[in-house]
């Protein structure tokens, strides 16, 4: 039962280039979590997808940021114009669809660490 | 004020000893409950979920929550020094799925 999985697992990018960070959720999962991680700073809120639909993106950032779960294939975080305050590890998470009796619980994936040069 | 709040720590420990763990939360709205570990380099791992007010017992960690108080804990019984970790409380204010927010983290060391 494979977890979630996330790749690439580091990245490296110069300033003004695209970054896209995939992310496929566990399987069963139809819940989809952005999270962004900044050296020495706790995990924050990007964004929130189910399969097609963005439910919350309250956390992302105004420009240069967006995500996409598309009816087949895995989920986008799109980075534009890479600035090096993007750097961090962005962690996506999965959970079950509404209605089990573990009711919130988010599964992460390993990660994708982003360096901007 | 920090939507959850965490003492950083370190917070060190014989082996074999028990750890104490406090999280604050502000949202009186909040429903569900969560304490994740995070190695070093690593992704959050989920050890623990609370829902309803009372303790919650898997293995050796026991989940606190009192809403009254706004107030959950995490007790970590026989420490190793595997336990070395950061521990993240989270929660969540929807009973739906919705977005997690976390605590700072705090940072456990288990010694030998």
């Known amino acids: 039962n494979a977890g979630v999985m996330q790749n690439p697992r580091h990245l490296v990018r110069r300033r003004g280039q695209e970054a896209r960070l995939r992310c496929s959720p566990m399987?069963?999962?139809?819940?989809v979590y952005w999270y962004r991680q900044l050296p020495e700073e706790g995990l924050k809120f990007m964004v929130y997808?189910?399969?097609?639909?963005?439910?919350?993106e309250s956390g992302m950032p105004k420009e240069r940021f967006s995500a996409e779960f598309p009816k087949e294939g895995p989920s986008i975080l799109r980075i534009q114009q890479v600035v090096r305050g993007d750097s961090a590890a962005y962690f996506c998470a999965s959970s079950p669809p509404k209605g089990g009796l573990k009711v919130g619980e988010q599964f992460f994936g390993p990660g994708t660490r982003l360096t901007v040069l | 004020q920090k939507e959850v709040e965490q003492n950083s720590g370190p917070l060190s420990v014989p082996e074999g000893a028990i750890a104490s763990l406090n999280c604050t939360y502000s949202d009186r709205v909040s429903q569900s409950f969560f304490w994740y570990r995070q190695y070093s380099g690593k992704s959050p791992e989920l050890i623990m979920s609370i829902y309803s007010n009372g303790d919650k017992e898997d293995g050796r960690f026991t989940a606190q929550l009192n809403k009254a108080s706004q107030y959950v804990s995490l007790l970590i019984r026989d420490s190793q020094p595997s336990d070395s970790a950061t521990y993240l409380c989270a929660v969540t204010r929807s009973s739906n799925t919705g977005k997690l927010i976390f605590g700072q983290g705090t940072t456990l060391q288990v010694k030998p």
């Open positions: 997808l189910q399969k097609e639909n963005i439910i919350d």
């Open positions: 399987k069963g999962h139809s819940h």
